[in-house]
């Protein structure tokens, strides 16, 4: 392999690169332009659809890309979902319904009319 394939026409200095070149170049003065990127992707991202065919995600056009949301979001969606005997709510995730139940129903206020609400009522 070539060593300094890319010489300095001021101060013949050479370069492996040509952008290394091209950087020289500015210290003298002279016109220079890097390469740009080249801005058409030329492999494809792997998509991550939900195996759930009436879900709106299990077309590729609106898949995930990345197999941590693709879980996260079928565990929510699309799981059995955890309900609270004491006020009917519906959690996804266990540990969030466990939370719930241990406060479920300490939050509550009765009124001098007799009627009992919680914070979450307005």
Partial sequence: MATNRFVCEVCNK???REQNLQLHRRGHNLPWKLKQK???????????TCPEP???HHNP???LYNLTEIKKHFCRKHREKWN??????R?????????HSKICGT????????????????
């Fill in 38 to 48: 080249d801005t058409a992707p030329t492999q494809r991202r792997r998509v991550y």
């Fill in 54 to 56: 009436t879900c709106a």
């Fill in 84 to 89: 609270c005997n004491k006020c009917g709510k």
């Fill in 14 to 16: 050479g370069f492996q």
């Fill in 107 to 122: 939050c509550e206020y009765r009124c001098d009319c007799g009627t009992l609400f919680s914070r979450y009522d307005i």
């Fill in 61 to 63: 056009a609106r898949a």
């Fill in 91 to 99: 959690y996804a995730l266990q540990s969030h319904w466990k939370a």
